[in-house]
Every structure is written in C-alpha cells, then in structure tokens.
C-alpha cells in the first residue's frame, strides 16, 4: 500500500492497480506517438510519389543500382516475358474483394530481371481454381511506375512461399528468393503496370492507401485520449479527504 498525506488530502492506493497503470499509461501514449509516426510516414510517400511520378521515364537498368531512392518514378524495360515462371501474391484486396496481384519476371537479358505487377485477379471458387495468367508473347516493351512490394507483418510457417510449384503463391515478396527460383537476378523493386498498358489486369495504383494521415491522427487522438482518461481515474479513485 502506497500512502501519502497533505493538507487534508490522503493518496492512497493499493501496489497491483499502481504497477497495472504504470504499465498501461506508457504503452498507451508510446501507441499515439506511434500512430503520429505512421501519419508522417504516409504524407512522406505521398509527397514522394507526387514528386517522382512526375519525373522523366527512365531504363529500368539504369535504377539497379539503387531503385529505392527512384521509388515511383516513370520507368520502361524491354524483355521477355517468364510465362511460365508467374507469381501471385496472395490477400491483395480491390473494391472489398479477395485476389491476388500477379507478378510476372520479365527477363532483360543477361541474367538480369524484373517484377512487372500486371494487376489485380479475383480468387477463384477455390485456392485450387487459380485463375488463367494470359501474358504476352516475345519480346516486349513495358511502362509503368517503379515501387516496393506490400509490406506484411509476422510470417508464420515455411516462409514467404504458401505454394511450392508454378504459379507460385507467396505472401510476400522476398527477392532473394524469387531470383533462385526464376533463375534471374531480379531488380529488387517491381513495376507498377501503367494501367493503359496492355497484357495486365485490374490496375488502381492511385488508390489511396487503407489508411491514411487522418485516419492515423485520429487513432493517436484516441490513444492520447484514453491515457488521459487513465491517469483522471487513477487519481480520482485514489485521492480523499484525510
């Protein structure tokens, strides 16, 4: 029991309600900063993108270096197409639907390769009727954005790979293990199909994100608040007149 008197006033308070706020109250204000965190995150992008889609178009190639500092920029490749070599990338959502975005290697020649995101496909009746992944023939030239894969959370199981034989299906994009089985060295960004091109599918790429700076400020506002609410209550039950 911890007890403290002054000026007619008694704080008074029991250790386990004492340690359960002292735990409770820093996780709820690291949460909003967290949130704010996330917000400026998505201005950063959205920033980022209006500024680089704005760009000149460049050789993919030419970005191999260091694509992450060309994020969103216009870009083109010339290659061939890996038909049989095509990737789904699984839980990609569009307009409330579930389906997976399909990304197919594109070889530049040379041993060096490209992801190109051709759109969004819906799931089929079962994981097991994947839909058909019509990509064009020979050689070809593609224009589109480049951009980084969808980031996920905790993997859980074998990895990023949920089907072992083609198309593959992956939760997510990990180059290095792409590369060793399309037998290229992929270019660790993906193009973002121009949604005129054609040979893809669905394609929104300006949707704006799930959530964002608002959407993220307002969760901070609501963390900020209820440790304040915390800590009112935490004083008020504990504090009487001696």
């Known amino acids: 029991m911890i007890r403290i008197r002054s000026q007619g006033w008694e704080f008074s308070v029991s250790m386990l309600p004492a340690l359960v706020t002292v735990i409770l109250l820093p996780g709820l204000i690291l949460l909003g900063f967290w949130q ?3 917000a ?9 993108r209006l500024t680089q889609s704005a760009a000149a178009p460049l050789d993919v190639r030419s970005l191999a270096t260091d694509p992450a500092t060309d994020r969103f920029r216009p870009v083109h490749a010339t290659g061939v197409y890996l038909n049989r070599r095509q990737i789904l990338l699984d839980n990609r959502t569009l307009g409330g639907r579930v389906g997976f975005h399909v990304l ?5 020649g040379d041993g060096v390769g490209v992801l190109v995101n051709r759109g969004w496909v819906p799931l089929g009746p ?12 020979g050689r070809v030239t593609v224009t589109g954005l480049l ?7 905790l993997l859980l199981g074998n990895g990023s790979v949920a089907r072992e034989f083609w198309p593959l299906i992956v939760i997510t994009v990990d180059f290095d293990e792409l590369s060793r089985r399309t037998g290229l060295q992929l270019i660790r960004s ?3 199909l121009s949604p005129d091109a054609a040979g ?3 394609r929104q790429w300006d949707t704006p994100a799930r959530f964002g700076p608002e959407r993220h400020r307002g969760y901070a506002l609501q963390w900020f ?3 304040a609410a915390l800590a009112v209550i935490f004083v008020a039950v504990n504090v009487r007149r001696a």
């Open 147 to 153: 951009d980084a894969p969808p980031a996920v959370g």
């Open 36 to 38: 704010l965190g996330r």
């Open 40 to 48: 400026d995150f998505k201005e950063q992008l959205a920033r980022a």
């Open 190 to 192: 993906m193009i973002l």
């Open 104 to 108: 197919t290697p594109l070889d530049l």
């Open 225 to 227: 608040s209820l440790a």
């Open 200 to 202: 893809g599918f669905e």
């Open 126 to 137: 079962s994981r097991g009727q994947l839909p058909e992944l019509p990509a064009p023939m």
